[in-house]
């Protein structure tokens, strides 16, 4: 696996945050790099809540997985590159047509990760 000397893993994280109107809402946070730990921003989130917070994480997982290109090498930045700082709301139908096949960016494996595909 060849990740090219220039490029830095990102620290991104998924949660799931309770909507105030009801269900539940993935959210994708990206930690500073100039910190060891934090402060994590918002990076993208979900544009309409769903009614389980497994339906939420699952979700968010795969939008995680869209924006990584290779899934075995993990989401890559060129070092120095600023992170984007504004935030994206995208709906379940744009992160589940991502991991579908023909899609623009094929995941390493077929998993949506731990959580599996949802039924």
Known sequence: MSTGTQDVLRRIAVHVEEAPS??????????????????????????????????????????????????????????????????VRAGKEQARRAAKPGSEKKPATGSAFGFGLMK
């Open 22 to 87: 009801g269900g539940f809402e993935w959210v994708l946070s990206e930690a500073d790099d100039d910190e060891d730990e934090g402060p994590w921003r918002s990076l993208k989130r979900a544009r309409k809540a769903a009614h389980t917070y497994k339906a939420s994480m699952a979700d968010g997982l795969l939008a995680l997985q869209s924006l990584i290109d290779d899934l075995d090498a993990g989401p890559r930045r060129p070092t120095g590159a600023e992170p984007d700082s504004t935030t």
